[in-house]
């Protein structure tokens, strides 16, 4: 079974930055940040292989260094990751398969995960005001792996998921988005 905790803010200082920086801009690049989890994690490692390499585009993507986790996280952690603001050409965004977890990291999607995502979107929009801001939709729930945190479920994973979910997130979070 797998035991998550949720960490408190409290003299965490610098814990979103995972004592990373950001490299520096690359001049005549637009910049892009990507906030997001493991699965966004992922597509930045796909953009930057050689054969997708978005610095061929012109692009310098960084990703936030700490997974971006749930909406309650994303909401501590925002003004670290939004350090310098200014520098963002595009900030991609997304939450949800941490906040529909079966654990006590999920958070009711028309409650807690909406009034959060409004205020991480509100605050983006305020810090980064020439941004492109891109909200990305929560993924399908990753299939059960096999001793993955010594449990096999066909219910997502560790911590444990439900397939129905992610439409439920995906409809509240279009809604907290659009106010």
Same mark, same amino acid.
């Given at each position: ?65 700490t ?21 963002w ?19 009711? +999607? ?6 959060? *995502?409004? =205020?991480?979107?509100?605050?983006? &929009?305020? $810090? !980064? ?6 909200w990305?939709?929560?993924?399908p ?18 911590? +444990? ?6 439409? *439920?997130? =995906?409809?509240?979070?279009?809604? &907290?988005? $659009? !106010?």
């Amino acid at each position: 079974q797998c035991v998550c905790t949720r960490v408190t803010m409290a003299g965490k200082a610098g814990m979103c930055l995972a004592g990373q920086e950001y490299k520096p801009a690359v001049a005549g690049m637009k910049q892009w940040l990507m906030i997001g989890d493991s699965i966004s994690d992922g597509v930045a490692a796909q953009l930057h292989h050689a054969g997708t390499n978005i610095t061929g585009h012109g692009i310098q993507m960084t990703h936030n260094p700490t997974n971006a986790a749930n909406v309650w996280w994303g909401a501590h952690c925002l003004q670290e990751w939004l350090a310098d603001a200014a520098r963002w050409d595009i900030i991609t965004f997304n939450f949800g398969l941490h906040d529909l977890a079966l654990d006590n990291e999920r958070m009711d +999607p028309h409650t807690s995960y909406s009034t959060y *995502l409004t =205020n991480i979107t509100q605050r983006i &929009a305020d $810090a !980064a005001p020439q941004a492109k801001l891109i909200w990305v939709t929560t993924t399908p729930v990753p299939a059960g792996i096999a001793g993955y945190c010594n449990k096999t479920t066909a219910q997502g994973g560790c911590p +444990p998921r439900v397939a129905s979910d992610p439409p *439920l997130y =995906n409809a509240a979070a279009t809604q &907290a988005i $659009a !106010a």
